[in-house]
């Protein structure tokens, strides 16, 4: 059995995402039917999926679940509403993954949201930045993808490099998706073939 390879995905679900909302949602769950293909055909690298949306609330569909779970997701309830609590959702996130993650166990974290922060209370950007440096010193990747907004402001902000940050087009989303899953193969097939190590990780 292979290490583990830990997808934790932050989805924004707050008001303005309403407009794409549909084929977003079609793209999240054509790449979570891919993870499960993945695993289906490469089963000695387990990977678990960690999914979450947000918008002023937070909202933790399933941690470290084994693809066949994706499944259970009840998507008829995750809709566009209110704010964004972009630092809480990140905040929260890896603080609930973290013990879940064993040693030399890689951790994926792809952020996509369509604007900045404006309504957390927990979370500062000090705070998320800190977290992430922490988390990237142990070997944890971090993406994240803005939409039609300034993302690589908002992202250096909480501990990103400029190479870590994307901006896209709401519309683009299902070609990203497909573009991270097939990454995601590759990155199984080599730690099955044992090309892959602990410092030899997934990239983008």
């Known amino acids: 059995m292979k290490t583990k390879t830990h997808y934790l995905l932050v989805l924004d679900q707050s008001g303005s995402m309403a407009s794409d909302w549909n084929s977003t949602i079609q793209a999240v769950q054509t790449q979570f039917k891919g993870i499960q293909s993945i695993q289906n055909e490469i089963p000695d690298v387990p990977l678990e999926v960690t999914f979450v949306t947000f918008s002023d609330q937070y909202y933790q569909h399933c941690i470290a679940a084994p693809p066949i779970e994706l499944n259970n997701i009840p998507w008829n309830i995750i809709f566009p509403n209110s704010n964004t609590a972009l630092l809480d959702a990140i905040g929260k996130s ?41 988390k990237k010193e142990k070997g944890w990747q971090f993406n994240m993808i803005g939409a039609d907004f300034d993302a690589l402001y908002e992202g250096m902000q909480i501990g990103l490099n400029q190479h870590e940050i994307q901006n896209f087009s709401k519309k683009d989303l299902p070609q990203y998706m497909a573009f991270l899953e097939n990454s995601l193969k590759d990155h199984s097939s080599s730690k099955s073939r044992n090309t892959a190590s602990f410092f030899s990780k997934f990239k983008f």
């Not at 040693?103 to 500062?124: A, W, Y």
Request: aromatic share 8%; with cysteine.
């Open 94 to 134: 890896i603080s609930n993954l973290e013990s879940r993650v064993g040693e030399n166990e890689d951790v994926i974290c792809l952020i996509f949201t369509d604007g900045g922060e404006n309504s957390s209370r927990e979370f500062t950007y000090e705070k998320v930045k800190v977290l992430i440096e922490s």
